[in-house]
């Protein structure tokens, strides 16, 4: 078995505003090993940003371990690589300088963030755009760039927080297939927060299903399908049944 | 491209000569002398024939006006940053800031002359005084509406406080921050005339006084559309500054 990337125990989150305590997650476990994909899906509402943003370290737990590669509770920040809901590009860069901004963070040469960025572009069939402004760019595009962004900061570990969530269904599919391709190439440890079924299906190695209030995992799903993975591995009986199962089981979430 | 100048241009220009027009004709048809309402015309031979000495108290005054505006931007930026760093300064501040605002500023005029004398420190931080507030406003605004998520995805990335300033916050909040400065620059020239009314030696703010004194009334007009003039030359130059530093923003 490989080691743990990620594995969290205890967790629990408590917002407090004033005049009141919202708790979001309570006494959460889970494990995500290295080079695997897990997914979290969850009724909207249920934690899954949060639970993100404590992984990712902009915010922390009121309860709980969080350990990142064995180093429990250290800074997290910069840790992962986090791919939000929008794609947040910087609207006065160009999309190729947007995809450097992580090396050029990590005050690395200009040159060498530069030279990077150019090859994953073009790996990723995206070089045509590279020079190009982000509001020229598709709702596709710019979620092709900011993951590219994310991966040329840290491909290792990535957090992807309904990446394809504003996209249509047809884009969204293609982006699957692409965000598969990717992960394929460089064998990154991936959690992704989604509320797609199906796609949590197509893309994981494993799901976790978030719900309660406040949220907890209430149960842990292994998809056994073959890789590499296409749609027609959708249609197989047992793929069906799951999805039936997680989607009465969402259902029942919503309906509390 | 020029045709869409022109487009944009002439609905205005044609407003003022009709304007003109119709005052020419108002004031000869109804003999209303020159010293009470004088015509277009003999504001236009005002200004032509004292040319060389508004030329020396315009130089003046727009001195004035673009010191003070560059140490209001300045400042103002300075505040507005200083109203970033927390929320508990910020509340703290922004109070005192707004209730600055309200302080009469023509009342402190006299005050300064008193404490600085005639030269042109008084003048300049009149000016200060009416540019610093759009400025800062603005830009504390506009630091103030950077994307939350924006900030986290640079703090998940390792950025720190001046990376995320510097990279992100400042370019962010430029388009804000040149919608205060062009408020403050309509002010400024004006301002320098608040400044130099109560007490100078040149400036178009004592040409307008003298010239009233003496009822010359075709050089006040001649002074005023002068201020109009350079103020409108400001804003254009604060419009043009905008469309090459944030052509991200003017482009939408």
């Not at chain 1, 250290?74 to 450097?100: C, D, F, H, I």
């Not at chain 2, 209001?72 to 005192?96: F, H, K, N």
């Amino acid at each position: 078995m490989h080691p743990a990337k990620l594995s969290i125990t205890g967790l629990s989150k408590t917002f407090r505003e004033p005049g009141r305590r919202h708790q979001v997650l309570r006494s959460l476990n889970m494990t995500v090993a290295e080079g695997e994909f897990v997914s979290i899906i969850g009724p909207s509402g249920s934690g899954k940003s949060t639970l993100l943003h404590l992984v990712a370290g902009v915010d922390e737990p009121t309860a709980g371990a969080i350990a990142i590669d064995g180093r429990a509770n250290g800074n997290r920040l910069g840790a992962s690589g986090y791919v939000m809901q929008k794609p947040l590009l910087l609207p006065w860069k160009t999309v190729r300088e947007n995809v450097m901004l992580g090396p050029v963070l990590q005050g690395r040469p200009l040159t060498e963030a530069g030279r990077e960025a150019d090859e994953l572009l073009k790996k990723f069939g995206l070089s045509q755009v590279a020079g190009q402004y982000p509001r020229v760019l598709s709702g596709g595009m710019a979620g092709r760039v900011a993951l590219l962004r994310t991966m040329l900061f840290n491909k290792n570990f990535l957090l992807l927080d309904e990446p394809f969530g504003a996209l249509d269904a047809l884009t969204r599919r293609i982006m699957q297939l692409w965000l598969l391709e990717v992960w394929g190439e460089f064998h990154s440890t991936v959690l992704c927060v989604t509320h797609d079924i199906r796609e949590a299906i197509l893309l994981s190695d494993k799901i976790y299903v978030l719900g309660g209030q406040p949220a907890t995992i209430t149960r842990e799903v292994v998809i056994d399908l073959p890789r590499p993975r296409t749609r027609e591995h959708l249609n197989r009986p047992h793929i069906l049944r799951l999805e039936r199962t997680l989607e009465d089981a969402l259902l029942k979430e919503e309906q509390l | 491209m020029k045709h869409r100048w022109f487009s944009r241009l002439w609905p205005p220009l044609a407003a003022l000569a009709l304007i003109l027009i119709l005052w020419e004709l108002l004031v000869s048809a109804t003999h209303i002398s020159n010293h009470i309402l004088p015509a277009p015309g003999a504001v236009a031979a005002a200004l032509f024939e004292y040319r060389d000495i508004l030329a020396v108290h315009t130089l003046q005054t727009l001195l004035e006006a673009v010191l003070g505006l560059g140490i209001a931007v300045a400042l103002g930026v300075a505040a507005a940053l200083v109203l970033d760093t927390s929320a508990l300064v910020r509340r703290a501040i922004y109070p005192v800031l707004v209730t600055s605002q309200t302080v009469p500023m023509i009342a402190l005029a006299p005050l300064l002359l008193i404490w600085l004398g005639f030269d042109l420190r008084p003048k300049v931080i009149i000016v200060v005084l009416y540019c610093f507030f759009p400025v800062a406003i603005a830009m504390a605004r506009g630091l103030a509406d950077v994307d939350p998520e924006q900030i986290n995805l640079f703090r998940s990335m390792g950025a720190s406080y001046r990376q995320t300033l510097k990279m992100l916050k400042i370019p962010a909040a430029l388009p804000a921050f040149f919608s205060g400065l062009k408020i403050a620059v309509t002010y400024s020239m004006t301002a320098a005339i608040v400044g130099e009314y109560v007490g100078a030696y040149t400036g178009l703010g004592i040409f307008i006084q003298t010239s009233a004194n003496a009822h010359a009334v075709p050089l006040v007009f001649a002074a005023i559309i002068i201020t109009s003039a350079v103020s409108l030359a400001l804003f254009g130059l604060v419009g043009l500054a905008e469309r090459l530093v944030v052509p991200w923003h003017h482009s939408r």
